[in-house]
């Protein structure tokens, strides 16, 4: 007798409660996620709905993919502006691929203006709006602490001033 089936005869209860112990996790799982749902509806969910009613509109897709862009999710906005695009008629809304091509340029533009504000600092490392402009571009980023970095050094600068003061205490909130 293989020695696996042979402990499952010796134990049978082990099996079950490992069984219904996995099954609990996951209907807990679950029901988190749609009591988060239910409360805390998402930003665009009616423009999802609407793509939803519509699948074939443009102009569903193209406010989706505005919202989606808007909330954060790039890739998933680029991809719906594709479709938006595929569904347009071009004398209709010929913007669209305007609007594309500079989401996808977006990480490249992003790019050339930490890097330009990175040459003033070097020729003027006492420019505060330098700093205060790389601390933007990093929170964009997502790179909190970096922008909270920047931040300082501007604070370090320019002590008195009360929009550098209140950006500092805004992301000394944010890191806590």
Excluded: C
């Excluded at 790179?143 to 320019?158: M, S």
């Amino acid at each position: 007798m293989v020695p696996h089936l042979r402990m499952k005869q010796l134990f049978p209860h082990i099996s079950r409660i490992f069984s219904a112990s996995l099954w609990l996790v996951l209907l807990a799982l679950i029901s988190f996620n749609v009591s988060l749902l239910i409360t805390k509806p998402l930003a665009y969910s009616d423009k999802l709905i609407d793509v939803f009613n519509h699948p074939l509109s443009w102009n569903t897709h193209a406010t989706l993919a505005e919202a989606l862009w808007q909330n954060g999710s790039k890739n998933q906005a680029i991809e719906e502006q594709r479709l938006a695009i595929e569904l347009s008629p071009k004398e209709e809304f010929p913007g669209n691929t305007q609007v594309l091509g500079a989401w996808q340029n977006e990480p490249n533009r992003q790019k050339q203006q930490e890097d330009y504000w990175q040459t003033i600092l070097a020729s003027h490392p006492d420019y505060r709006d330098a700093y205060v402009q790389l601390a933007a571009l990093s929170y964009r980023e997502g790179n909190l602490l970096q922008a909270h970095a920047y931040l300082l050094k501007a604070q370090i600068l320019d002590p008195n001033n009360t929009t550098v003061n209140r950006l500092v205490s805004f992301t000394s909130k944010l890191l806590e």
